[in-house]
């Protein structure tokens, strides 16, 4: 196989590739996590970030007591973790629930489980959902540059293989017939 169409090949998958990437940043991410926040002063953290235009839903179910959810920016992420309290975007309580909030940029935000009162002498288990919505920065980033790239190996490729047909030299003939010339008798014999 020559080199030309091998690189065309290539490109063609790549761009392949780099659409599936676009077109997957846009739908929503959904993540079940079953967590245990142990008894005494111990929270769980989750965090994400990088959504354009973005939203999340949060439903959540606590085995035994009640807790908090908390959702914070990266600036007041940092005074929580350094004072134990700071101003969040929303926050929620109770042994089960379910919310949603809009993401005013597209910074990184924490979604933080806490006890609620009374509950930090037990473990708590804690079933918890969330449907991240908006369009992902990083997938847009990586579908552009495996399109952009998957276009100069397919260009690249094809200007190959016009150089590789304008040097090969041409295919032999086929359907020409070759004939041999008939021996012919000098003249006076028979």
Do not use: C
Not at 52 to 60: C, H, K, L, P, T
Not at 78 to 105: C, K, N, Q, W
Not at 123 to 152: A, C
Request: glycine fraction near 12%; aromatic fraction near 12%.
């Amino acid at each position: 196989m020559k080199k030309g169409k091998i690189l065309i090949a290539v490109g063609v998958a790549v761009i392949v590739l780099g659409a599936y990437f676009a077109a997957f940043a846009v739908l929503p991410a959904e993540d079940t996590e079953n967590v245990t926040i142990p008894a005494g002063d111990w929270i769980y953290v989750f965090s994400f970030g990088g959504i354009i235009d973005g939203s999340v839903d949060v439903d959540y179910t606590v085995a035994d007591g009640s807790i908090r959810v908390l959702v914070f920016n990266a600036e007041q992420y940092a005074d929580y973790e350094s004072t134990g309290s700071a101003d969040v975007i929303y926050s929620h309580s109770g042994d089960s629930g379910r919310f949603s909030f809009d993401l005013p940029d597209s910074g990184t935000y924490y979604i933080v489980l806490e006890h609620g009162l009374l509950s930090v002498l037990i473990d708590q288990d804690v079933s918890f959902q969330t449907t991240i919505s908006g369009i992902s920065i990083t997938g847009i980033v990586i579908g552009v540059v495996l399109i952009v790239v998957g276009v100069v190996l397919a260009f690249y490729g094809s200007k190959l293989k016009a150089r590789e047909s304008a040097a090969a030299p041409p295919p032999p003939q086929t359907g020409v017939t070759f004939f041999q010339g008939q021996e012919r008798n000098p003249p006076g014999q028979a």
